[in-house]
């Protein structure tokens, strides 16, 4: 990927929320590592989780039908959010610039060893290591279909 905008509802960069997996690799390549995690029989959910190290970043595909990317998590250092390289920012900045771009509703919880901040409204999730940083996780809902709910 040429550029690693993070774009709630939307995508990450050139891979956009529902595009089909065989596109996804077509951009990307090869997965460094991929697994199915499917959970057919309790709730019929299907995913498959990417993971590409060469840019710190994970996709989660959904959907039985058509597999789609809903999920991204980064770790990638040159993410940029709403224009600002996102991984420079604190916890307060971070909250300053999601309020900036009309999200208001947010949840804080300490998990782990970790501190998350979520804006329900955006399906946006960030993770901090005391007040630094540390991983970016955002999606969308997917029916069976691979279609974006």
Known sequence: MEKFVIEPMKGFGEIPFGMPLDDAVKKLGSPNYYEEVSDMEETGNRSIYYEYDDIATNIYFEGIT????????????????????????????????????????????????????????????????????????????????????
């Open 66 to 149: 058509k597999s789609v990317a809903a999920c991204f998590e980064t770790e990638n250092e040159d993410s940029v959010l709403y224009g600002t390289k996102v991984f420079e920012l604190n916890r307060a900045e971070v909250i300053e610039l999601m309020h900036e771009n009309g999200f208001k509703e947010l949840e804080e919880e300490d998990e782990d060893g970790e501190h998350r901040i979520s804006f329900e409204d955006a399906m946006i999730d960030f993770f901090f290591d005391d007040n630094t940083l540390i991983a970016v996780s955002w999606g969308v809902l997917v029916d069976d279909q691979g279609n974006i709910i």
